[in-house]
Nanobody
Framework: QVQLVESGGGLVQAGGSLRLSCTDS????????MGWFRQAPGKEREFVAV????????KYADSVKGRFTISRDNAKNTVYLQMDSLKPEDTTVYYC???????????????WGQGTQVTVST
């Protein structure tokens, strides 16, 4: 059973940083690739970053490449999203997900957290 809980969202000024965390309370965390997506009201869920099960491979959306870093600590069942040089357009709800493949799309059998709000002010 995968149960994901995100934390670390909040309000930050443009140019600032936040680190999101997503912890799985289950026992199979290390067998999944882990991703971060974001979704603004009325818009489709958008891929942000993904990391493979051992942490050796990552992929990023072009909009965040060079500013965001995804990492994981399997001993802590946690995946992180370090967000630097934040922009107002990064404002939205961020979701972590557990997936079977390191891909940039989401599937019906992915597991999701409840989301955490990130707000970047000008």
């Amino acid at each position: 059973q995968v149960q994901l809980v995100e934390s670390g969202g909040g309000l930050v000024q443009a140019g600032g940083s936040l680190r999101l965390s997503c912890t799985d309370s289950g026992r199979t965390f290390s067998s999944y690739a882990m991703g971060w997506f974001r979704q603004a009201p009325g818009k489709e869920r958008e891929f942000v970053a993904v990391i493979n099960w051992i942490g050796g491979r990552t992929k990023y959306a072009d909009s965040v490449k060079g500013r965001f870093t995804i990492s994981r600590d399997n001993a802590k069942n946690t995946v992180y999203l370090q967000m630097d040089s934040l922009k107002p357009e990064d404002t939205t709800v961020y979701y972590c997900n557990a997936k079977s493949n390191i891909d940039t799309t989401w599937r019906a059998d992915d597991y999701w957290g409840q989301g955490t709000q990130v707000t970047v002010s000008t």
